[in-house]
């Protein structure tokens, strides 16, 4: 059995699904959408597919057993609803929206329907996350220090409030996700941010967050998009005898042995792919971020944005 894929999106991020989807045998990445139709075309011709300028052809064309979301964060909802309403399983790129109420209703309709999601959280597949976890349920983590020291992206709904959230919301929303999986849910806490005159776009250029956790650890989280390229990116923990750094690419151990570090052994976009596929064909359950679990990491990032912006309290 074929398992038929459609993209929404050909940017970017849809490209690494598409490189990842194709590698998996019995799958076929039938069409893909955009409403720039080159770069549908231009992604469609390298796996065979057909291409759309609009996502409402692709589902009415093409019979397909799953649906990759790919826009960018302003375009999200119509087209998660259509899919909802033909009961089609999907996968959504992170952020789920730019603000919390077009995820929060779709939340809603997707349990109503019992359609089966996935939200493109790919740290949740790293194995030195597993590792950092197994780590730390032998002393919990007390102190979480997000960074997402960053340039800003080139693409153009990046650096507009309207387009992506914000860095927070964009990026940040990464970071908020490992320190869900490794210390737990956040209780409250407090941020702020400002832009400077020569900051990219209408958006925050700096953010930082003093949060605290349910189970009475501390998080301190930063971004900012002011620099040339990636600088700082990852998660930092402190247990009792333990320091963990966790990045995309690494985790760097401290305990009484010394420094280790540990590189990944998986590509986290090609094993979250896999997952969804497995589950879409019934045969797996490692679907990792759910569209509901999913909300309440976005949930989070959206209230330290929102608070951020009016210096004030992070109102979950
Ligand atoms: N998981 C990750 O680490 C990761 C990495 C990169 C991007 N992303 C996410 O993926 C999303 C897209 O990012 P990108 O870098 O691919 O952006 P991009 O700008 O490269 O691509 C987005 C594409 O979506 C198209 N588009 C816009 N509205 C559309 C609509 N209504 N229907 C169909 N297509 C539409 C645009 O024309 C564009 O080609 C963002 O939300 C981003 O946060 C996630």
Redesign the pocket.
Known sequence: MTTRIGL???????GRHLDALTSIEGVTVAGI????AD?AEVLAARAGAAAYAH?ADLLDVERLDALWV????H?HGE?ESAAVERGLPLFV???LATDLATAEALADRIDAAGLLTAV?Y?WRYLDTLEMARDLLAGAPARMVLGTWLDKA?R?D?WARQDGSGGQTV?QAT?LFDVARVLVGEVEGGWATGSRSPDGPGDILDVCTAALRFEGGAVGSFSNSCLLPRAHRIGVELVAPGLGLWLTEHRLVVTDADGERTIDRDVDPFEAEDRAFVAAVRGEGHDVRTPYREALRTHRLAVAVARAAADGGAVQL
């Open positions: 929404v999106g050909a940017g970017f991020i849809a959408a955009d409403p720039r770069r996502w790919c826009v960018p964060p375009a087209v790129e992170k952020p493109g790919h992206p693409v709904w964009e990464h």
